[in-house]
């Protein structure tokens, strides 16, 4: 059932367009991008000796797949009303089954990725074998936090205005488009506190052979993954009961 | 089937908070805000017993009829037994998988082909993979759309989207199989293919229930019934006690209705009386409804008359608008106003009329101000039985002519 609605979500997003999944390569590509000449070029922000462009494009990947569930995800339920006042099956299928195309985004743009890697002549040694466990880690989170958003807007239409600018905030809040090493020194210990930034660190530690963040970070990254998955989860199920009566 | 019932409901309630008055806060701000002022004050609440206090068991292989008058809480019934909703205490033990059909086409994605709709619905709605892929023609065939199975269903007319839904949902193989009022849609020849469908469901040993408004529904599917009233459990048995109830709960609220300050409706102008000037008449005798209305010389403007006349089922037979053929009145005299009406003729039965007096907003509204008899004899010349004229709501002077 999981699959079969992941598999709508995908379906769906790119019926009765002409170019298709190619809109999942070039979405994350044009703003990587505009980060690289904006920040890259015009800023002159390090890039730790990699192309900027790939600097980028390796935040977008991991920030795409935050993004994007925490965004579907929110609004999954809401969006599904009829379905949840009229039909009876595991609720938190419908916010967890955005985790679903969001993961195919991320494989397609992942290939996109290492032909990049290729033109750049870019090795980015064994770390990369880690990168599974770093995706997880990336969606637990998001579920995590999409669970309390979808369930909260149930209730609470206020979070759909939320979320955007939130989302949006995070994302020059977290060195996405620009490494950890711009940051001024004043500022970042606001970063070094960021559960994102340090799963952001250790994509870019994969993906582009950066070196590796410090081992309370990654310690970190997995409690904090598994606790905020674990919550989101719980309260999620506690305001289940409740969701046909107010949605 | 095992022993145990296949539904075995006890204690259930529902309870809905309602909140008690207009300016209920709409956005978490006001409430917040209001908080603030009135830290100590709880918010007020009315408390709404959807359903109170009810018991029941249905065994295996039972159609149950679902009947009660609106508000009764059959849909929240329905909702519960089928885990939708949560109930705000009692115990519900199920037999086995319920299979819900509350809306036709619920999970329906009109951007998706027939052919993925019926995966997608099917899959929501309880069945395995295995299970749909296996049926797939069956329930293609019992839709009949199978020309338009890779076309987005959003380009299909609705009565073939219906079919398509109600298709999938009929294969379903579980045990119980819950469905409100969806036979109101589609042609006569796909209801009737609908009503067989689920006779046959209940032969094969499950359970089937089905909420209807329409008695004729009830009565040839189910085996039993249960009636509803105001969320209490009044009956539940014979499907022929249960539908008298739920005829009688039509007389019952024209009682209630007698005290004019009881009535729905402004107030401002009201009915003095109502009768029909015979009490029994025959069914292509022209029938005539006597009223008097009130005076009101503050309400300026005229007002109008409207009349609904009603079947035993609760149908409104015909509903007669005094706009339609000119007729208004000025308030500041007493009016007594009479109704005739010519056709259509009348099956044999009892007739309830309501009656609105309306200007802007409706000023009365009596439900069941009068009522009357049609004799139980066939207008038809060469009628010897009944036969040939058990269908259709009311009779008509109709006529066949040949070359």
Known sequence: MFVRFGMRDVTLRYRQTVLGMVWVVLQPLISAGVFAVVFGGVAHLPSGGTPYILLSMAGMLAWGVFSGVVSRASSSLVGNAALISKVYFPRILVPLSTAYSVCVDFVVSLVFFVALLFVYRVNPGWAVLLLPAWLTLLLLISCGVGFVCASLMVKYRDIQYIVPVAVQTLLYASPVAYSLSAVPDRYRWLFEINPLTWILQEFRWSLLNHSAPPLWQIAGSIVVAIAVFLLGTALFEQMERGFADFI | ?403
């Open chain 2, 1 to 403: 089937m095992p022993n145990d019932p296949a539904i075995s409901v006890r204690g259930l309630s529902k309870t809905y908070r309602i909140a008690r008055s207009a300016d209920a806060p709409n956005t978490a701000a006001e409430s917040a805000l209001r908080r603030l002022r009135h830290p100590l004050q709880r918010a007020e609440y009315d408390m709404f017993d959807a359903l109170k206090n009810i018991d029941f068991e249905i065994p295996w292989g039972e159609a149950c009829g679902i009947v009660g008058r609106n508000g009764a809480g059959k849909s929240t019934l329905l909702k519960i037994l089928t885990r939708i909703t949560s109930p705000s205490a009692g115990r519900i033990e199920l037999g086995g998988r319920v299979g819900s059909l509350l809306e036709v086409g619920t999970g329906f994605h009109p951007e998706l082909t027939g052919r993925e709709n019926v995966y997608l619905n099917g899959t929501l709605l309880g069945m395995r993979r295995k299970e749909i892929a296996r049926r797939f023609d069956e329930i293609v065939e019992f839709s009949g759309v199978s020309r338009f199975l890779d076309t987005p269903v959003k380009r299909y007319s609705s009565g073939m989207y219906v079919r398509l839904a109600f298709a999938v949902a009929a294969h379903l193989e579980s045990e119980i199989l819950a469905v409100d009022e969806v036979l109101a849609v589609g042609d006569a020849e796909f209801q009737a293919k609908c009503l067989s469908k689920m006779r046959d469901v209940a032969r094969s040993g499950r359970t089937v229930l089905l909420v209807s408004h329409q008695v004729q529904t009830v009565m040839s599917l189910c085996t039993s019934a249960i009636y509803l009233q105001r969320g209490e459990l009044v009956h539940h048995g014979s499907v022929g006690t249960a539908l008298d109830h739920y005829k009688q709960s039509f007389r019952i609220s024209s009682q209630e209705h007698a005290d004019p300050s009881l009535r729905p409706g402004s107030g401002e102008l009201r009915f003095l009386h109502a009768q029909a000037s015979q009490d029994v008449v025959e069914p292509a005798e022209e029938k005539v409804i006597e009223f008097a209305v009130g005076t009101n010389a503050d309400l300026g403007g005229k007002y109008f008359v409207s009349a609904h006349i009603n079947n035993e089922d609760g149908v409104t037979v015909v509903q007669c608008d005094s706009r339609l053929v000119g007729f208004w009145v000025s308030p500041d005299q007493r009016l007594e106003g009479s109704l005739r009406l010519a056709t259509p003729w009348l099956r044999p039965g009892r007739y309830t009329v309501d009656l609105f007096l309306c200007k802007t907003g409706i000023l009365d509204a009596w439900e069941g101000a009068c009522t009357f008899q049609v004799l139980p004899m066939l207008p038809y010349p060469q009628a010897t039985s009944t036969e040939g004229s058990e269908r259709g709501v009311v009779f008509s002077d109709f006529d066949y002519k040949g070359n």
